[in-house]
């Protein structure tokens, strides 16, 4: 072997930088191992959001959107549920596995869009329209949840609003653009609409979409219902400003879908940029670009590998909901699960 002082100072750089690699794949499959052991020895399934860093979403037993997530966590014989995710996904797990432990890597990892409306304000706006049946997006608390008729996810919130009479009317919360796509979708114009939104995909605008169009005309065009740009994404594409038939509203589990078949060289991505890991892992061959690379949810990010061993090894941080809230949030849960099976969600 060569001492190093003789090598040329490009090739010391290079083999320095192959061995910091080496040494950092070493350290990630060691933490990757601990996690695994931890979760075999209690008994525990790791659920990871698309919304995770891509680090999490490798170690985890399943990934998913959170229709996907709450049904494993309703049909799971594991005894302990870690849901890497934001606050209100481990507590609609733990209200479908209520004599299960339920844990989430932080309890501080809350959701903008959830806290836009409370169980108060709630019962406020039922009381301006009574007779009218509650719609719960899933991005809600338990509380909310429980003063719902029924929940919804964005694949099948058109299929719950589709199982109400059509005379009847109906509290959409708590996002607005997904209450205005499903509006446009089942054509009802009996439908109030909370004015709530997620930062992140309310920051992805119909400029960043089109000036990305622009810039690929030949692109795939994916987008969440949740994002500002959905709206004049369907305008847009109706105007020809964008392809009409390479432009799809989708949830994370429909876009999954769809990249798997995509044949295209690139593809715009209109959601929260977690979710590309996921699509590219499903699809090498196709570029899978963000329409808004900013878009990263800070709540998603806070479970990071340090929280996630610290909440295998210490049991930290346990979600519970009160009896009183749970009995009634779960029904309204378990009617979005029947609902739409074939369907994903956020």
């Not at 075999?40 to 990934?63: K, S």
């Not at 009160?322 to 969600?345: T, Y």
Request: proline share 4%.
């Amino acid at each position: 072997m060569v001492p190093s002082y003789q090598l040329s100072p490009i090739r010391r750089k290079l083999e320095g930088r192959e061995q910091a690699m080496s040494v950092a794949q070493s350290i990630a499959t060691t933490w990757q191992e601990e996690v695994r052991r931890l979760a075999r020895e209690q008994n525990a399934v790791v659920l990871a959001h698309n919304y995770q860093d891509p680090a999490i979403q490798d170690v985890a037993d399943h990934v998913g959107d959170s229709l996907e997530l709450s049904r494993i966590a309703a049909t799971t014989d594991a005894s302990t549920i870690v849901f890497c995710g934001v606050h209100f996904m481990a507590e609609t797990a733990k209200l479908l596995s209520p004599d299960k432990t339920v844990l989430i890597p932080t309890a501080q990892a809350g959701c903008s869009l959830a806290d836009t409306i409370d169980a108060d304000q709630l019962r406020s706006w039922k009381a301006e329209h009574p007779g009218a049946a509650v719609v719960a997006y899933v991005n809600t608390s338990a509380a909310v949840k429980a003063e719902a008729d029924v929940c919804c996810t964005s694949s099948n919130a058109v299929a719950v609003v589709e199982s109400i009479p059509a005379d009847q009317e109906i509290l959409f919360l708590p996002d607005q653009f997904l209450g205005n796509h499903v509006r446009r979708q089942t054509g009802r114009d009996n439908i109030h609409v909370w004015m709530g939104e997620c930062h992140v995909h309310a920051g992805i605008s119909a400029a960043d979409l089109r000036a990305q169009v622009e810039a690929d005309p030949a692109a795939e065009v994916l987008v969440h219902p949740e994002c500002g740009c959905a709206s004049s994404a369907v305008w847009l594409a109706g105007v020809g400003d964008l392809p009409a038939d390479r432009t799809r509203i989708l949830s994370t589990s429909g876009m999954l879908g769809a990249a798997r078949d995509m044949t295209a060289k690139t593809a715009l991505i209109a959601t929260e940029i977690g979710m590309l890991h996921q699509l590219r892992k499903v699809n090498q061959h196709t570029d899978f670009r963000p329409v808004n690379p900013k878009a990263s949810c800070r709540f998603m990010k806070m479970i990071t590998p340090e929280l996630l061993l610290r909440c295998l090894r210490e049991g930290r941080d346990e979600v519970d909901v009160p009896l009183d809230v749970a009995e009634r949030a779960r029904e309204s849960v378990q009617r979005m699960v029947a609902i739409g099976k074939s369907g994903g969600a956020r």
